[in-house]
T-cell receptor, first 116, second 108 residues
């Protein structure tokens, strides 16, 4: 079946602009995660959803970052007033459920964001 | 100090060698430890996970956790060129904390 998909695959924007990054999880997966991976670093946790609600958003760096998952499936990560330091690959992952032994997180290919 | 420390490498080995990848962690609350493999321009994929201290084997891969020393290891036997990738160690639960990743190259 289809894996996690993310769109766009690449996004170039100018400093100060607003961007939206989309994640389509594997069908039936109730948990969805966002990570950010800077060059030469491991993924850094941002937020995870169980269903429609954000169960843990402690990794969001500041109030310019916001994520939603209104119907418990597709999620959108929104970044306002982008800064050059936001340039990174934004990874989305989904798992069958959250709240038990670690459920395998299946990662998408990421969206490469470049802020000029 | 990062919660999970990992030598970024790169590490180059000849085909067939035994590879040892290591990490240390500082968060005593970690119970689950995972190893992910990441190919260039792809998302990470889970190789295996271990709960608490102990060993776990899956084919050519063995994961070890020593909670007393906060040390995580991954061993790859009979390494193949297709094993060339970045290997990420991690700890945590839903909120997973990753190391920097070690870039491995297996030379034919």
């Amino acid at each position: 079946g289809a894996g996690v998909s993310q769109t766009p695959s690449n996004k170039v924007t100018e400093k100060g602009k607003y961007v939206e990054l989309r994640c389509d999880p594997i069908s039936g997966h109730t948990a969805l995660y966002w990570y950010r991976q800077s060059l030469g670093q491991g993924p850094e946790f941002l937020i995870y959803f169980q269903g429609t609600g954000a169960a843990d958003d402690s990794g969001l760096p500041n109030d310019r970052f916001f994520a939603v998952r209104p119907e418990g499936s597709v999620s959108t990560l929104k970044i306002q007033r982008t800064e050059r330091g936001d340039s990174a690959v934004y990874l989305c992952a989904s798992s069958l459920k959250a709240g038990g032994p670690p459920d395998t997180q299946y990662f998408g290919p990421g969206t490469r964001l470049t802020v000029l | 100090q990062k919660e999970v420390e990992q030598d970024p490498g790169p590490l180059s080995v000849p085909e067939g060698a035994i590879v040892s990848l290591n990490c240390t962690y500082s968060n005593s609350a970690f119970q689950y430890f995972m190893w992910y493999r990441q190919y260039s321009r792809k998302g990470p994929e889970l190789l295996m996970y271990t709960y608490s201290s102990g060993n776990k084997e899956d084919g050519r891969f063995t994961a070890q956790v020593d909670k007393s020393s906060k040390y995580i290891s991954l061993f790859i036997r009979d390494s193949q060129p297709s094993d060339s990738a970045t290997y990420l160690c991690s700890g945590g639960y839903q909120k997973v904390t990753f190391g920097t990743g070690t870039k491995l190259q297996v030379i034919p």
